[in-house]
């Protein structure tokens, strides 16, 4: 810094105020900005949790209708196999009476 300028004529309690300003205006920096990463970090985490009951929500839908889906099958074959056993029954019986008939 040259001598002619201005700023060398400081007084030693000016440029300890001006230290001051600057440090005061650096923390209040550092504060707002660890607020911000607080406030984003916060907001992030609500987004997840949303997220995840979401997908819980739609893991739940999916998992009762395979259950549906399932049972109705096991009702079909349980159904199937009553009328196979019927059919089976049935056919026995005619080949039995086709059987005396000759």
Same mark, same amino acid.
């Given at each position: ?6 700023? =060398?004529? #400081? ?9 001051? #300003? ?20 916060? @907001?992030?985490?609500?987004? #997840?949790? &949303?997220?995840?009951?979401?997908? &819980? ?7 009762? =209708? ?14 199937? &196999? ?7 029954? &049935?056919?026995?019986? #005619?080949?039995?009476? @086709?059987?005396?008939?000759?």
């Amino acid at each position: 810094m040259p001598v002619s300028d201005k700023d =060398f004529e #400081i007084s030693h309690e000016q440029l300890i105020k001006v230290c001051k #300003i600057l440090l005061y205006k650096q923390n209040l920096l550092s504060k707002k900005n660890a607020y911000e990463r607080g406030e984003l970090a916060n @907001l992030i985490n609500e987004r #997840i949790e &949303k997220i995840e009951l979401m997908t &819980k929500s739609n893991l739940s839908e999916v998992n009762t =209708f395979l259950h549906t889906v399932h049972s109705d099958f096991e009702n079909f074959l349980h159904k199937h &196999k009553k009328e196979h056993t019927s059919v089976n029954m &049935k056919l026995l019986k #005619i080949t039995e009476d @086709l059987s005396n008939a000759l």
